[in-house]
């Protein structure tokens, strides 16, 4: 399937017809730039704040700065704010162990779309885990550009694409991906259920939003003792998984969260690649899966899929 199989007008689904520097809809006439080969589908900033693209091209400013240390790939897809540690590295991969383990083999040559990409990890997660190809998509084409050109030095075998896209201008066609991705971006999206009802469109196998989670009074504790994962920390906005599970209720599609706990404090950070203790802080973290309830736990997993 081509990029023109693939991609769409999003606000009619016409068909985009390349005229130099721009696409055009064939249908309604609308024209998306091309910005170094990626096409733009947000307008006017699609009424994005202007601080929050700002926030953006100056994180992707300070990762492209780092570019020239020995950084690996994983470094290199991760967020600047805390030292990278081996421990930090668990902490990803303990909020992903659950996706990892029941929808890991649904990546394996599969197509896959990481929606709000910015640094790129869920996409260098998608490609080590098999996918023959990758899409990006972010609200500015600084965070897709440098996907673009981490990732395709990385995994060579893996065919990457990117393209400048809001949660309101989803400029995909339906059944097009296998997977599509979205790694602790949604709680931004100013319609969320909308876009989640789009999402289960154009993807034909199962739809995954990896979350911080609504924790209560325990967000207060963690708060106070300066505790965060991978997602940030403990002030990070969270999605309200009842109001997802209600709006499906009744559909084809089927509602599946999933939680763990994924906690780090900050202060741990210096022993954060001594084996013995984050070992011991791992083991203490799956304990803990099975003795607290799950409203205090902060990693989630919300899977949507459409009945066969």
Known sequence: MTSTNILCCPA???????????QVCSNCGTAYALEEGVPNFVIDNGGIDESEIKEIRELIGTMREMRGENLSVIDRTSLPNRKHTKARYLSELKGLEDLIRKHGDAFKDARVLEFSCGAGRGARIAASLGAREVWMADIVSPPVRYCLDVLKDAFPDTSFQGVVAASDTVPFRDDTFDVLFIYS?????PNLLEFLAKGTQISRNVFIIAEPADLGMWQKILEFFNFSTEYGDATTDRIDEASITDAFKGSNIQVKIRRCNQYFPKWFDPLGNFYPFYRAWFVL????????????????????????
């Open 12 to 22: 009619c689904s016409g068909e985009l017809q390349d005229e130099g520097s721009k």
């Open 185 to 189: 971006s949604a709680h931004h999206y």
């Open 285 to 308: 973290l799956s304990a803990l899966d099975h003795i607290l309830p799950k409203r205090w736990q902060h990693s989630m997993n919300i899977y949507l899929t459409r009945s066969k």
